[in-house]
């Protein structure tokens, strides 16, 4: 979580200041907002943490997808797996198990 009270530096601070920040990132986890002339500009995160927020984007993202294709399931949309299955096995000429 951002703390606005130590997680906001300007560009220039953060060139003077790297490696404490840096240490700083790696040990809380939190990004940092890098200002310009006042205004937020950069965010600055450490690799552990940034994963982590793709890889917690990635669930997100199969979740909605899951959703999406349940209420279509529900709205009558799609057709039945095994007709689904019929189609692609005559399309790529997949032998059907004996």
Same mark, same amino acid.
């Given at each position: #979580?951002? =703390?606005?009270?130590? =997680?906001?530096?300007?560009?220039t ?12 990132? *790696?040990?809380t /986890? ?9 205004? !937020?500009? &950069? ?9 982590k &927020?793709?890889?917690? #984007?990635? *669930?997100?993202?199969?979740? !909605?997808?899951?959703?999406?294709? &349940?209420?279509? #399931?529900? !709205? /009558?949309? /799609? ?8 189609? #692609?096995? *005559? ?8």
């Amino acid at each position: #979580m951002l =703390d606005l009270s130590k =997680d906001i530096h300007s560009l220039t601070d953060f060139k003077r200041k790297t490696g404490t920040l840096v240490k700083r990132l *790696r040990k809380t /986890g939190h990004p940092l907002v890098l200002t310009v002339n006042g205004r !937020a500009e &950069l965010v600055v995160q450490d690799a552990r943490s940034y994963q982590k &927020l793709l890889d917690w #984007m990635e *669930r997100i993202e199969t979740i !909605a997808g899951v959703r999406r294709g &349940l209420e279509e #399931m529900e !709205a /009558g949309k /799609g057709r039945p797996a095994k007709e689904v299955l019929e189609d #692609m096995r *005559r399309k790529y000429k997949i032998p059907r198990d004996r």
